[in-house]
Nanobody, 115 residues
Framework: QVRLVESGGGLVQAGGSLRLSCAAS????????MGWFRQAPGKQRELVAI???????TYADSLKGRFTASRDNAKNTVYLQMNSLKPEDTAVYYC?????????WGQGTQVTVSS
């Protein structure tokens, strides 16, 4: 079993920054892909960044330059540094881990950006 726990969300003013964390625990394989997604009210869940265990991080084109994702394989943790936040970044941010074709999701953390 795999468990993902996100943290670091909150309320921030436009132009501010937040850093999210997602810690994975349980039966974690050495080869996997972790990622960040977000879902705004009334919208579909969308990709933020994908971080393969042995590859290059990829980002949604619209977020390049403002968001930076990283991972610490020793801690099975991924991070999302979000800068220059905008009200349209308001969403629930979810962490996902995929291994052996199975996806696991965290419970999400709310990010609210006020104007």
């Amino acid at each position: 079993q795999v468990r993902l726990v996100e943290s670091g969300g909150g309320l921030v003013q436009a132009g501010g920054s937040l850093r999210l964390s997602c810690a994975a625990s349980g039966s974690i394989m050495s080869i996997n892909a972790m990622g960040w997604f977000r879902q705004a009210p009334g919208k579909q869940r969308e990709l933020v960044a994908i971080l393969p265990s042995g590859g290059t991080t990829t980002y949604a084109d619209s977020l390049k330059g403002r968001f930076t994702a990283s991972r610490d394989n020793a801690k099975n943790t991924v991070y999302l540094q979000m800068n220059s936040l905008k009200p349209e970044d308001t969403a629930v941010y979810y962490c996902r881990l995929v291994q052996r074709g199975v996806s696991y999701w965290g419970q999400g953390t709310q990010v609210t950006v006020s104007s």
